[in-house]
């Protein structure tokens, strides 16, 4: 259109030999143009060529955060999400609903010294390494136990708190449940995929899996267990006299263990909590908070 347009102008005002001229022009631009980009994707490809003899093929730059680190991950979202239950005095929440414990406010403490936020969600314990995998959480804190299942799916912190697991009984029943050979009579409620539950399994004891530890204590309250299996530091928080179950007690312990916190296999955030740790025990942070919660006989030196 463009060149008929330039044909008739150049024939109203002088004559046709301006249009031959018109058209040869822009053939031979056309012609440069077309030679010019060939010169240059020819050249292009002489300097790949030549990158790819002498090795320096250019590969793509990784962007920032893109590789395994954790650490990475974590600051460039800006937050640490925490996979909780409701566990006194680990993770519960206070009047205001906001989420408080030893654990609680250690993960607080943590993520500060990264410079992100820290957010809580409750999980399905049983679903932990799901959802840690799925990186619908960054970590487990919540005084979890470090047993081998726990310690060969994820990068594990170095164990901070000891702990037990003790049977939980009526207080009006529990002079006739002091041994473990009395338990064999008794039906269990445990948290599904808890050390609970690991121990009642090793036992051979009949038990119902229920969502979470203070679903055990509720079952035996109310009567549908005759006993519960649950953490010694939980027991003392809400066991007894001047606790919500009052009415209940433990009895006997089952075994000792150690808490730890799980991230994802390989997370370069276990180490770094590691730190924190010892940090934190140096300066008397760690036992202050401790004492915050009574729990302050089972932390484990850093």
């Known amino acids: 259109m463009k060149k008929l347009a330039a044909l008739f102008m150049a024939a109203v005002v002088m004559a046709g030999v301006f249009a031959g001229c018109g058209g040869k022009e ?66 519960y929440q206070n009047e205001s609903g906001e989420w408080v414990g030893f ?48 310690t060969s799916a994820m990068e594990c912190s170095k164990p901070y708190c000891m702990n037990a697991q003790t049977v939980i009984v009526p207080a009006d029943k529990a002079d006739q449940y002091q041994d473990e050979a009395s338990l064999s009579e008794l039906t269990f409620a445990v948290e599904a995929g808890s050390a609970g539950e690991a121990e009642a399994k090793a036992r051979e004891l009949e038990y119902t899996p229920v969502s979470q530890q203070s679903d055990a204590l509720m079952e035996v309250a109310a009567g549908t267990s005759d006993a519960a299996i649950i953490d010694s530091l939980m027991a003392g928080a809400m066991v007894g006299e001047g606790t919500g179950y009052g009415d209940l007690t433990y009895t006997i312990s089952l075994n000792g263990e150690e808490y730890g916190v799980g991230f994802r296999k390989g997370s370069d955030l276990a180490e770094a909590l590691n730190q924190f740790f010892a940090e934190s025990y140096a300066d008397g942070s760690m036992m202050k908070c401790a004492e915050t919660y009574g729990v302050q006989a089972a932390i484990i030196e850093q």
Do not use: H, R
């Open 26 to 91: 822009e053939k031979d631009e056309t012609k440069a143009g077309t030679t010019a980009a060939q010169t240059e994707t020819s050249a292009k490809a002489e300097s790949e060529s030549a990158k790819e003899t002498a090795g320096e093929t250019e590969k793509p730059a990784e962007s920032e955060g893109a590789s395994d680190s954790d650490m990475a991950y974590v600051k460039e979202k800006g937050k640490l999400v925490v996979g909780i239950t409701e566990f006194e005095p680990m993770d």
């Open 103 to 150: 654990d609680a406010d250690m993960a607080k403490a943590f993520a500060e010294s990264l410079g992100v936020e820290v957010e809580f969600i409750e999980i399905v314990w049983d679903n932990k390494i799901l959802e840690l995998d799925g990186k619908s959480i960054d970590c487990v804190w919540n005084g979890m136990t470090l047993t081998d299942e726990v």
